[in-house]
């Protein structure tokens, strides 16, 4: 991913590959600590990397190294914000370009989107687009690519691409409810090689808010109390078994103006918040924004 | 229907329950010809519905009263345009409504809905609202429910009530995608007694147009040319086998601005003449919305 990025000349984190412990030693020496160490393979919500602050920290990944090699590193990036342009293409060569948002995670894992991006400046929003739709076309891609992004002020294009994730992707769950076109409506075009559609978002500002497996068993059992509380909320269950920190379902919430946003934000967690906590939990005591930020 | 409406005293039509012919024409000179005949069952897509326009027309209607009686006679009323007010209830008694819409019927038909209905005035709309919220209400619906009106400008509280249905309905398709929470998704909420959704429209207008069998047996082969045509047009088929004049599908289109509307129409209309047509058709002669009109 990372030789393809460059050959298409667009902006990468200093990288390479790297063969065993002194390689990585030489990498983060010469870009500076800390250096981000990835599996090049298996990777998903923060697994399969890891940040190795010094020479000294970076004996102890010999373990990888063991496993599988060579591994990729890369510069740890200072960026403002972390940004998704998400695209789709179809073998005839159409695509189109959805908003680029702004998405922030926990804990390695994305835990809201906020779409699109606010405040992101005309041109940055239109390189990044356009880098996603250059990677899309020059590798061949078929359905929904999402590009994930760190914003970099001043530096480079206002950008540095972060991971590309070739599917459907939690990145782009907003548009089921706040685009004219889902992305999982324009996958299936996509891959149909149907003409795309329309990726015009339909209010100013779209918060999607991911909820993971908590003290609620029973999703359902939440609904009255969560959908009473949002009637504009549109709550999305993936059917599985609960598990903690499993990604279980989002909450999409559309808003009237940008100005709204922490209160579009404040309210789609509220509703997160009881169908993974539950109604007696939410009974108890009420949820802030601030417990989950 | 029509005795429950006068017992909430809102506005009916003149109306009658009659036995016979005799009956019959009776209550048109009274309320002077044409009248309207209607079985009281069974009924739809301008099935079971009579014009007769005058006493000696009225001699021919001894089929239906021999088969059926009594029927149901009303006054064929002057309108401006026809309206619906869609609601949805909940057994524990919440109930939201949709903004009101303008309905074009062809043939007896619903052929296109507008929504919300353009330079309604706004007492107007309220007042269809709120008098489709009372029927809900008065008689215990739960689920979806539409209510038919005519717009009489100056007469009563500017509109006349045509026909019940009880149900997610035609003049509600558009709700799926031009409103926050689609009458579909209503419908599931109000029979599970689930706090309902928000019914805002999504946009300044909506178009929903529907498409009857035709003369392309193969929707989907249709697809590439209707969804190239317009990227914003959502495709609605049923899976129903395709029989001339059978509904059979919809389009939904969403505008900018209300300024739009015609364009909307049009392009509305040519997606579901594409799809209706075939591509061979499409290929050979644009669609007009005169056409179609």
Known sequence: MRAAIDR???PNPAWASVDNVADLVSFGDATGWP???KTPRGGYDGKGVRVINSAEEAAGTEDWFQAMSPLLAEAKVEFTRELSALVARTPDGEARAWPVVH???VNGVCDEVIAPALDIPVEVAAAAEDAALRIAGELGVTGVLAVEMFETPGVGAGFLINELAMRPHNTGHWTQ???VTSQFEQHLRAILNLPL???DALAPVTVMKNFLG???QDLYSAF?????SEPAAKVHCYG????PGRKIGHVNLIGASTADVDSVRRRATMVANIIRDGRAAADEAPHTFEETA
């Not at 009255?224 to 009473?228: F, N």
């Open 35 to 37: 250096v981000v160490l």
């Open 214 to 216: 908590g003290g609620n």
């Open 240 to 243: 599985k078994s609960v598990r």
């Open 197 to 199: 559609g329309a990726t």
């Open 8 to 10: 298409l000349e667009l």
């Open 103 to 105: 998405t922030i995670q």
């Open 177 to 179: 409810d706040g685009a």
């Open 224 to 228: 009255p109390l969560a959908l009473a």
